[in-house]
Structure formats: structure tokens, C-alpha cells
């Protein structure tokens, strides 16, 4: 049984920042493509960004270059998605996905709200 476990999501203004965190087991983080995903109420689940397995390479969606970025943490087996410029828009419910050939995983979701 994978467990994909999101954290750090929360509530804040415009403008603010986020760190959100996933940890993974080593098989998954060794051998999986690791991605963050977002789905705001009414919309379809969106790609926010994802990094590559074998050269760390990463790519983010248009809607979040510049603001958003990922990355790993190779001795803690963890990948994360700093936020920063934060807007209303970016409010949804973010999931950490792990992805190999035809097997995937997703954690449960964390709530970012950008309000006030």
C-alpha cells in the first residue's frame, strides 16, 4: 500500500506564501515521476508542476512559472511545492501524485485558500 500524505496547506492573503510537503517510501521516490496537481471547485484537476526522476529537471504549468517551484529532498524522500505571490486563483485542493509507466498514486489533497 503506497500512502502519498500532503501537507502544509492553509490560509492565506495575496500575496503570501506556502510550502507544501509529500513524503514518499524510497521505491516510489526512486523510481516514480513525482508531481503536484491541483482541482479548484467547478474545474477539472490541473498539473501544477512535476520534476524529473533522473536529472531533477522540473515543469511548471504557465499559470504558476515563476511563482511556484518544485523540488526534492533526495535524503528525506520527500518532494515539495513552494508558493509564493499567492492569488485567489491559486485556491483549490492540491494533491501529490506519483506516476510509473501505467501505475499512479495520489494522496488525499491538501486545502490552499488565498482570501482577504
Known amino acids: 500500500q503506497v500512502h502519498l500524505v500532503e501537507s502544509g496547506g492553509g490560509l492565506v492573503q495575496p500575496g503570501g506564501s506556502l510550502r507544501l510537503s509529500c513524503p514518499a517510501s524510497e521505491f516510489i521516490f526512486d523510481h516514480y515521476t513525482l508531481a503536484w496537481f491541483r482541482q479548484a471547485p467547478g474545474k477539472e ?4 508542476s512535476c520534476i524529473s ?7 511548471p504549468a504557465d499559470s504558476v512559472k515563476g511563482r511556484f517551484t518544485i523540488s526534492r529532498d ?3 524522500n520527500t518532494v515539495f511545492l513552494q508558493m509564493n505571490d499567492l492569488k485567489p486563483e ?3 485542493v492540491y494533491y ?8 499512479e498514486y495520489w494522496g488525499q489533497g491538501t486545502q490552499v485558500t488565498v482570501s482577504g
Open 90 to 92: 491559486d485556491t483549490a
Open 53 to 59: 526522476t533522473s536529472d531533477g529537471t522540473t515543469y
Open 45 to 48: 484537476r490541473e498539473r501544477v
Open 96 to 103: 501529490c501524485h506519483a506516476e510509473f509507466l501505467k501505475d
Open 74 to 76: 533526495n535524503a528525506k
